[in-house]
């Protein structure tokens, strides 16, 4: 079924709607995902929706890939070029636990399309940062599969960038791998400057990159106003 952009929310709410906003009806679990070996918690309707943000087009791009309609999914998001609302889509679509392997039928069916591999990099991405946690700190024996996951996950992403030379979506993923392994200034300045000659202003891709001159990763207060 097709998805009408004009019901799109594009404020993530991450907590119950507030008043005055009506529910969203609960979508039912695609029998294939299901049996795709995730967990409970990842494939209820409730967690489908609240990790689409409540937003209905985004709900329901999840529930297409939990369907394997990966035709659908790529015709709607042809049409969504804004670079802030592609990437709200990208992460809706990207933020399952586990490894995800079902994504890998998508890079398969479709290998020379950027946006499998944009989709799957970016939840390869979310995949790493459970390894590790959100923490302050890294615990050591989680270090190793934390930076496997990235690894494979910036293999995507290039091959992403590579296939659509005009989306900025995966520079900003690959900025946040960046912070993750903390890239030495050369990689770290090429993904920023690769990022701004495709979207200037993108205001994703500036968070990442000002995130690391914070304090919390490899920076200072002098250094992020200096």
């Not at 790493?128 to 690894?151: D, I, N, Y």
Request: proline share 7%; net charge negative.
């Amino acid at each position: 079924s097709s998805i009408n952009p004009t019901m799109s929310i594009l404020t993530r709410r991450r907590a119950n709607p507030p008043d005055g906003v009506p529910p969203v009806a609960a979508l039912p679990v695609s029998p294939w995902l299901a049996a795709a070996g995730e967990s409970e918690l990842n494939n209820s309707a409730v967690a489908n929706i609240d990790r689409a943000g409540y937003d209905p087009a985004a709900t329901q791009l999840r529930e297409q890939l939990g369907h394997r309609d990966f035709a659908a999914i790529e015709a709607f998001m042809a049409t969504v070029v804004e670079p802030e609302r592609r990437i709200f889509y990208i992460e809706a679509l990207s933020n399952w636990d586990g490894q995800a392997g079902f994504l890998d039928h998508w890079v398969e069916q479709s290998p020379e399309q950027a946006l499998p591999w944009l989709v799957r990099g970016a939840q390869r991405v979310h995949h790493g940062w459970q390894a590790r946690g959100h923490g302050l700190t890294v615990a050591p024996a989680s270090v190793p599969a934390f930076l496997e996951r990235l690894r494979v996950a910036d293999r995507d992403l290039s091959r992403a960038a590579h296939l659509d030379r005009g989306d900025p979506t995966a520079y900003v993923m690959m900025l946040r791998i960046s912070k993750g392994r903390g890239d030495e200034a050369p990689e770290r300045d090429l993904r920023w400057q690769l990022l701004r000659e495709r979207d200037p202003l993108n205001r994703r891709g500036h968070d990442e990159w000002l995130a690391m001159f914070c304090s919390r990763w490899y920076g200072s207060q002098e250094a992020i106003f200096g």
